[in-house]
């Protein structure tokens, strides 16, 4: 069966820090992945999402920024932080034949 | 810009009620919808996932689709306190792409 992992589960940053997030998905082969964000109280927003190595389509223009070094990893990272960068940071992939989508546990980021 | 339209809620039902979520997208192109279901600082959860007009049941749970009126529901029956949770809408965009769009979600409270 397929398992996705993301890490760390919390996080705290002060502003102007880096930031490295990083999402695992195991049991599958060549699966599109996905970065979202969602504010408090907010819906879900897409921000990269990937179909393979090294292919990244960025949804949003900000100080964010996604690679996928190997085929079931992807990362989400970001030279210096913003107070509007805190909320809850998703990763996805999906599941072909009918297509769904399931998500990882979440990281939840504060930036102070 | 494609959006997907859900009554924020809250929506408060008595435990053993059915309970109604409705929701409506512009994109006529899709074809793929679904519903997840998110406690409170967790992640979202696929609970249900309908490609064509009708009404699908699992368990407790019939998703209804009505492409003509670009409208998606979900039907709780015999709600449980344990469903109390926000409730989000999900459609793949149109045009052959992989892009989920999601709605705000409705906040669901089942009172025991």
């Known amino acids: 069966s397929q398992t996705i992992h993301q890490w760390p589960a919390t996080l705290v940053q002060p502003v102007g820090s880096p930031l490295s997030l990083e999402c695992t998905v195991e049991?599958?082969?060549?699966?599109?992945l996905y970065w979202y964000r969602q504010a408090a109280g907010r819906g879900l927003q897409l921000l990269f999402y990937s179909v393979g190595i090294g292919q990244i389509s960025s949804e949003v223009p900000q100080n964010l920024s996604a690679s996928r070094p190997q085929d079931r990893q992807f990362i989400l990272s970001s030279k210096k932080l913003l107070l509007s960068d805190s909320g809850f940071y998703l990763c996805a992939w999906n599941k072909w034949g009918p297509y769904e989508q399931y998500f990882g546990p979440g990281t939840r980021l504060t930036v102070t | 810009q494609k959006e997907v339209e859900q009554n924020s809620g809250p929506l408060s039902v008595p435990e053993g009620a059915i309970a109604s979520l409705n929701c409506t997208y512009s994109d006529r192109g899709s074809q793929s919808f679904f519903w997840y279901r998110q406690y409170s600082g967790k992640s979202p959860e696929l609970i249900m996932s309908?490609?064509?007009?009708g009404d699908k049941e699992d368990g407790r749970f019939t998703a209804q689709l009505n492409k003509a009126s670009q409208y998606v529901s979900l039907l709780i029956r015999d709600s449980q306190p344990s469903d109390s949770a926000t409730y989000l809408c999900?459609?793949?965009?149109?045009?052959?792409?992989?892009?989920?769009?999601f709605g705000a979600g409705t906040r669901l409270f089942v009172k025991a």
């Open positions: 999900a459609v793949i965009q149109g045009g052959g792409g992989f892009k989920t769009i």
């Open positions: 049991g599958t082969s060549n699966p599109n």
């Open positions: 309908i490609y064509s007009n």
